[in-house]
């Protein structure tokens, strides 16, 4: 399973820095820290601070993975 984080993760990333957005925006966007983001970033789940945000991460990928526009709001 922790492929699958790390492919997402790597996936947002290359998407953010396409799209040339900062950390600090998205964080000031979606009210997620900037160390839970680049957490996601990395593929690193386990450490995101709360068990909501692990849920709302799982979900989150199953729209990811369902979408043919990824990341439309990230």
Known sequence: MKEVYIEIGQTLKNYRLKRKL?????????????QNLNNIENGNLHLIAGEFYQRSFKIGRAHVWNSSHVLISY
């Open 22 to 34: 900062s950390l600090e925006k998205i964080s000031n966007n979606t009210k997620i820290s900037i």
